[in-house]
């Protein structure tokens, strides 16, 4: 059984940081790609991140602009998302997902976890 | 960027209704399009990947057709647990990953 489950949300003043991770169990996690998706509140869903299953490849929304890093420790079968420089705007549950990627269909995020909320206030 | 609007941001209906709900990209994206549920205090569910396969454990009351820049989410008998918003997601051109902006289902 799939289990995704994300930790280190909190709250916590503009322009400092925070770590997310994002545990995984029953899938082989280093075998496939993950991503990071957003929801601030009473907004829609808003992709964040994407990590390569080698985390070789990494790629941002626009509205990072350098200040998120996404990794991924596949020993510890473990995501995390870096976030500095944090904003108000940056208010949101944070979601991991896995990327059911192949050939034929493309991505498709296939399971997610129940989120993490960060909120984001002075 | 591609662009993904959904119609209607949001619906009310009955149980046992017929909902369809659309998602138009700003340009082609072939067959890649998701489909995805999400409740209050949940993760999201994948219902749909490449606009139409059924992913595992979805009922059959779910549906998605379309192709190139039209596409659709049609649930053939609305039961109460399927009041909750739907989102669709391009996976033609990326990154980025995006989403529409969301249909939210309500009770009539």
């Known amino acids: 059984q799939v289990h995704l489950m994300e930790s280190g949300g909190g709250v916590v003043q503009p322009g400092t940081s925070l770590r997310l991770s994002c545990a995984a169990s029953g899938l082989d996690f280093s075998g496939y790609a993950m991503h990071w998706v957003r929801q601030a509140p009473g907004r829609g869903l808003e992709w964040v991140s994407f990590i390569s299953y080698d985390g070789n490849t990494k790629h941002y929304a626009d509205f990072v602009e350098g200040r998120f890093t996404v990794s991924r420790d596949n020993s510890k079968n473990t995501l995390y998302l870096q976030m500095n420089s944090l904003r108000a705007e940056d208010t949101a549950v944070y979601f991991c997902?896995?990327?059911?990627?192949?050939?034929?269909?493309?991505?498709?995020?296939?399971?997610w976890g129940q989120g993490t909320l960060v909120t984001v206030s002075s | 960027d591609i662009q993904m609007t959904q119609s209607p941001s949001s619906l009310t209906a009955s149980l046992g209704d017929r909902v369809t709900i659309t998602c138009r990209a700003s340009q082609s994206i072939s067959s890649y399009l998701n489909w995805y549920q999400k409740k209050p205090g949940k993760g999201p569910k994948l219902l749909i990947y490449a606009a139409s396969i059924l992913q595992s454990g979805v009922p059959s009351r779910f549906s998605g057709s379309g192709s190139g820049t039209d596409f659709t989410l049609t649930i053939s008998s609305l039961q109460p647990e399927d009041f909750a918003s739907y989102y669709c997601?391009?996976?033609?051109?990326?990154?980025?990953?995006?989403f529409g902006g969301g249909t939210k289902v309500e009770i009539k």
């Open positions: 997902a896995r990327d059911g990627w192949t050939a034929v269909t493309k991505y498709y995020f296939d399971f």
């Open positions: 997601q391009q996976s033609h051109s990326v990154p980025p990953f995006t």
